[in-house]
């Protein structure tokens, strides 16, 4: 038996204005520029998967423990950021979404 539906935490204002602000260059990109962009999206989608060299370094840490609030927090954000993005341009997420299901299987 399911429990009830939580509904999400608020977002806190300086987030959202800080997603605002890369939704707002996100605009005026080229199509290289919003390529790169998926890449960096990728990279903190998967970080074990898909990485770049910058990435590659700060994901040798191990993590042995259930995430905390702030991580837990953070993954609400980045989905609502998504979704924002989502309406500026479904098919640019749709292709992160398809890139992130490529990553599957493998290390």
């Given at each position: ?30 199509a ?34 259930l ?27 749709s ?13």
């Amino acid at each position: 038996i399911a429990g009830p539906v939580r509904e999400p935490e608020p977002i806190s204002y300086v987030t959202l204005q800080e997603q605002r602000c890369v939704l707002s260059w996100f605009q005026g990109w080229t199509a290289a520029q919003r390529e790169r962009f998926l890449q960096d999206l990728l990279g903190k989608a998967v970080p074990g998967k898909v990485c770049t060299l910058l990435d590659s370094l700060s994901t040798l840490q191990v993590k042995d423990k259930l995430p905390n609030i702030f991580e837990c927090q953070l993954q609400e954000d980045r989905n609502h950021f998504l979704h924002m993005l989502e309406e500026r341009d479904p098919e640019f997420v749709s292709h992160f979404y398809r890139s992130v299901a490529g990553t599957a299987g493998r290390d």
